[in-house]
Nanobody
Framework: QVQLVESGGGLVQPGGSLRLSCVAS????????MAWFRQAPGKEREIVAA????????TSADSVKGRFTISRDNDKNTVYLQMNSLKPEDTAVYYC?????????????????WGQGTQVTVSS
């Protein structure tokens, strides 16, 4: 079992930046792919970015390419999402997810563990 706790959300103006963090606890000795998903009001949850257990492979949604960067620090059991040039359409609850695998799942069903979410609101 792995527990995930996100932090770093908040209110930011368009064009601003935020960095989300997700700290894992529990069976962190195993190999996990990590990902960030988001869900806006009235919409389905979608993947934002994912990173392999080693950090050597990443993927991101077309809507955030060039603006968001996912990274991880396995010594700290933490995955980050650096969000720059934020837009109002980035407003959503952002969730951290984990899957025990050497692969890089890119779908919601591919992840077993979820955090409680952190709200990101982009508004002037």
């Amino acid at each position: 079992q792995v527990q995930l706790v996100e932090s770093g959300g908040g209110l930011v103006q368009p064009g601003g930046s935020l960095r989300l963090s997700c700290v894992a606890s529990g069976r962190t000795d195993r190999v996990y792919a990590m990902a960030w998903f988001r869900q806006a009001p009235g919409k389905e949850r979608e993947i934002v970015a994912a990173v392999s257990w080693s950090g050597g492979s990443t993927t991101s949604a077309d809507s955030v390419k060039g603006r968001f960067t996912i990274s991880r620090d396995n010594d700290k059991n933490t995955v980050y999402l650096q969000m720059n040039s934020l837009k109002p359409e980035d407003t959503a609850v952002y969730y951290c997810a984990a899957k025990q695998t050497i692969l890089l799942p890119q779908y919601e069903s591919g992840y077993d563990y979820w955090g409680q979410g952190t709200q990101v609101t982009v508004s002037s």
